[in-house]
Nanobody
């Protein structure tokens, strides 16, 4: 079955960087839509990056220019490079996968059935 395991979270000061990884198994990794979401306490889960197998990539304005999503199909791993981190980036970060997602819904959490357990990112001032 589909398994997604995130790692790389931690605590960092504002302005710092982190790289999150998501190891995937149980499905044809390169053919799926993949995305990163985050959820802060008391807030809804929001999409921060999405990619289709070296194809279209999308980011919300809140992270554009700071976050970069990438994937290594040989390693079945999805990455999220986060730079210039802000305190408001503090959240639990999740990776998600789905065979197909409409282009206008790449950051819509309801489009994804497969989720990892999450990794915590804490940014302090």
């Amino acid at each position: 079955q589909v398994q997604l395991v995130e790692s790389g979270g931690g605590s960092v000061q504002a302005g710092g960087s982190l790289r999150l990884s998501c190891a995937a198994s149980g499905y044809p990794f390169g053919n799926y839509y993949m995305a990163w979401f985050r959820q802060a306490p008391g807030k809804e889960r929001e999409g921060v990056a999405a990619v289709k197998s070296y194809g279209e990539i999308t980011y919300p304005d809140s992270v554009k220019g700071r976050f970069t999503i990438s994937q290594d199909n040989a390693k079945n791993t999805l990455y999220l490079d986060m730079n210039s981190l802000k305190t408001e980036d503090t959240a639990m970060y999740y990776c998600a996968a789905e065979p197909f997602v409409p282009a206008h819904s790449l950051l819509d959490r309801s489009e994804y059935r497969y989720w990892g357990q999450g990794t915590q990112v804490t940014v302090s001032s």
